[in-house]
């Protein structure tokens, strides 16, 4: 017992001294910069805004994917009300219509279509204004969980790249 008490004291000056953790602040769309420094913060990997689009618009790196990320609602560029996450399957090519709103009836969180090029284009959009972190990463693995999931759909009906 004797061993213990220098120990309990040692571990109790620890607790009392040490700061608090640093509290997670929630994902903004006010600031579109502040947001790019969250992205980054969270491991994601963000391409800076092009001042020339309407609404702040970024390609987010994801791991094995690259999807536009625009922040939509927005006065004068900020204070955004909403994101919408828009990607594009570059080879999966002219699926019709009729597939195309068979998805959107399968995949809740997807929005699908087919391009005037062609292509197989998706988006989400939510409302993340102060969202925790990890459940907007939660709606991101989400969105691309989906995509993945479409774009196998597209090539098990024949729309995928064609054998040269």
């Known amino acids: 017992m004797i061993i213990l008490k220098p120990l309990l004291a040692a571990a109790a000056a620890l607790l009392v001294g040490s700061a608090p953790l640093p509290k997670e602040v929630p994902i903004s769309t006010k600031d579109p910069a502040a947001f790019l420094t969250q992205m980054r913060e969270m491991g994601y990997a963000p391409e800076a805004f092009n001042p020339a689009d309407q609404n702040p618009t970024t390609i987010l790196h ?18 955004c009300k909403h994101i919408v996450v828009v990607g594009t399957f570059l080879d999966l090519t002219d699926p019709p219509e009729a597939w195309a709103s068979k998805m959107n009836a399968y995949f809740h969180v997807l929005k699908v279509w087919v391009g005037d090029d062609h292509k197989l284009h998706y988006s989400a959009g939510a409302v993340v204004e ?35």
């Open 62 to 79: 994801l791991k094995d994917d690259a999807v536009a990320l625009v922040l939509a609602g927005c006065t004068n560029r900020r204070n």
């Open 130 to 164: 102060g969202l925790p972190r990890a459940s907007f990463r939660a709606w991101i693995d989400e969105v691309v969980d989906a995509s993945d999931l479409l774009g196998v759909e597209a090539i098990k009906a024949g729309y995928g790249p064609k054998p040269k």
